[in-house]
């Protein structure tokens, strides 16, 4: 190369460079994406966060039937990073190792030295994508577990290093159970569901169109250097879980543990520890120095085992993103039970809890006394053919609506009168005279004498009493206020912060919604203290 071509491709590395930095790697990092989607179809979001995972070092399983374009989501990705070293393999039950790692050298083996040309196979590759793996042989797939773990191929006497950033695999099927692949299958952080275009507009375009290109065009500045990757990688260890994502996780750890018997989802400490690093790439390639709500929408990819718990999972995660809200210094939940607690402490020490009547003691029971006149039918307006009762109904029978007999002041029934409770708190009496007569007496009501209702305040309670449980109310009240405040600051162009191209616009709103509930929970609980509070006036 003379002088005059080493300038101008100087030049054009610098140009790149220059460019690069006048971007945010969130714009960086969406142009990328929609160039590497040009003529896509319902895969820019699989492709945007196969991207996230090959920035942050995590392996990817795409699951999905055949013929929906896993390997051209995988052969785009590589297109993303300046190399050249590019492997892939479709594989089944007759593929040797020599496909994966490289044939036998000749040369070598006549030097009686067993080693495997490697150059241009996966030891050698900084990508690579392996459709169909789990049809693969045990052999292939125990050395795979180890460039995987160790990034390291043993290749004759040599342990040669393995620059592999990202493997893709594909299948349109799990692992099965008891075949030891549960190492092997653990290991790919990321499994994302690939199926068939949905939408017919989109399925038009597809029928329309010419066969997407493998490698579509990229603008050198977007494009990722293998030296950017690693100082990237290097850099999201200064991302911080917040606190908002870890009573994300927590709750969602509490969901699997409980619902284990049904869904028998195992999240290993190592995948969760690979998933958190996932959230930090995410936050970071977003410019935040500290993960959020949307970050944490990426666990719903990572915690699924098979196709059958998918979609179980996917809502536990979005229910706790949803639930969770902002983290608090202050535990909620004992707010609320000691505001409880002050609750039925005003009501049983400051108010009746029960409506209290005029009653009269026999023997010590209480009655309810009954003084009436019961006129005979067609003579109301004579006295002398009314007839005088007076008796006692007992007060149990206040809450019933049985059948009974009113008894005299010296406890005795009297059969002659019947009573019953109407629900609502007055007594029907019935009066039936036995004589030879047989006269017929009109019914009449009794009703008991209310001398406190249910709620009224009761008098000469405790001064200091009262003053204590209002001041206790006060500093609930006052704690919830200085939460909200800090809730409602916090939200304040928070769904702005929220914004990535690694998530869905929908997605994000769940988050939102959370915050906005929990916004309104507080309110109506700092609401429940002044009502409290006033209970104390």
Known sequence: MNKKSEQHLSSKTLNKTINAQ?????????????????????????????????????????YGPPGTAKSLISRRLACAFETSNYFECLMNRFTTPEEIFGPISIKELKADRYVRQVEGYLPTADFAFLDEIWKSSPAILNNLLTIINEHIFKNGNERIYVPLKSLISASNEVPAENQGLDALYDRFILRLLVPPIQENDNFNLLLNSKPSAERPVISPELVISIEELMQWRKQLHNVQLSNDTLLVIQYIRQELCDKFDELKVYVSDRRWQRAALLLKASAFCNGRKETNHSDTVLLKYCLWTTPENREAVEHIVMNAIESCGFSSDVDLSYLDREKDKLDKEINNELYYSEDIYETYRFNGKPYFKVEKTVSMEGYSQHRDYNKEIIGLIPIEKFKTKDNFNLLDLNGNIIKQVTCIFDGQGSCKIKYEDNSYYGRKYNDTKFTPKKLISKGDKKQDVNKRLIQSLSISVKEIRQELSSILKKVEDKNKNYKKQLQSPFIAENEINVAVIGILKQIEQLKLRIIDCERLESLCQ
């Open 22 to 62: 006048e971007m945010s790697i969130q714009d960086r990092i969406s142009r990328l994406l929609k160039q590497l989607n040009t003529n896509m179809h319902e895969r820019e979001k699989i492709l945007a966060i196969t991207l996230l995972g090959a920035i942050s070092g995590q392996n990817t399983f795409l």
